[in-house]
T-cell receptor, first 113, second 116 residues
């Protein structure tokens, strides 16, 4: 079983649509959670951290369900510029020095006009 | 401020040749990571360093791969001899790690390696 699983998509939506991505992780010891965004032929960049209480950043909302080991990302009012691949990321045992991140393979979003 | 710097940005080489990828992390960061990304396998961690010390190299595919971090501002990933299946984008990332806190990894632009 892969450590971080995502639906690869692609998700093709019109401008203004609301779209949701889901992610599951296998290691219950995972401590920190993130969504990264990667544009075509570019490097991944942090989009937002995911907190247990859920968090919102403008049109983006992230949710964490530790019991189900499930993370979600909701994008409201989609823009053309949201077209990218969204990577679900977990950090296991964050208290250990230099612990690395585990990346999902990503979900591709294409927003059209 | 400069981000993570990687060189070369593109490398085309023949099978059997030695390849050296270079990375300069963000000044002040104490952790450095090497990743490989392919369509089939996604983004895979190869090795990471904390305070210039290798912490986990279990992701290094085989003995043909080696990585060094001689000081806080420089790291290399070497492949010798290279094979066509090593073709991928290699990313270097750095972060400032503090215990008990989430931290962001900053990625370099990557080196696109093609082995023919």
């Amino acid at each position: 079983r892969k450590e971080v699983e995502q639906d690869p998509g692609p998700f093709n939506v019109p401008e203004g649509a609301t779209v949701a991505f889901n992610c599951t992780y296998s290691n219950s010891a995972s401590q920190s959670f993130f969504w990264y965004r990667q544009d075509c032929r570019k490097e991944p960049k942090l989009l937002m951290s995911v907190y247990s209480s859920g968090n919102e950043d403008g049109r983006f909302t992230a949710q964490l369900n530790r019991a189900s080991q499930y993370i979600s990302l909701l994008i409201r009012d989609s823009k053309l510029s949201d077209s990218a691949t969204y990577l679900c990321v977990v950090n296991i045992l964050a208290n250990q020095a230099g612990t690395a991140l585990i990346f999902g393979k990503g979900t591709t979003l294409s927003v059209s006009s | 401020d400069a981000g993570v710097i990687q060189s070369p940005r593109h490398e085309v080489t023949e099978m059997g040749q030695e390849v050296t990828l270079r990375c300069k992390p963000i000044s002040g960061h104490n952790s450095l990571f090497w990743y490989r990304q392919t369509m089939m396998r996604g983004l895979e961690l190869l090795i990471y360093f904390n305070n210039n010390v290798p912490i986990d190299d279990s992701g290094m595919p085989e003995d043909r791969f080696s990585a060094k971090m001689p000081n806080a501002s420089f790291s290399t990933l070497k492949i010798q001899p290279s094979e066509p299946r090593d073709s991928a984008v290699y990313f270097c990332a750095s972060s400032f790690y503090r215990a008990s806190s989430s931290y962001e990894q900053y990625f370099g632009p990557g080196t696109r390696l093609t082995v023919t």
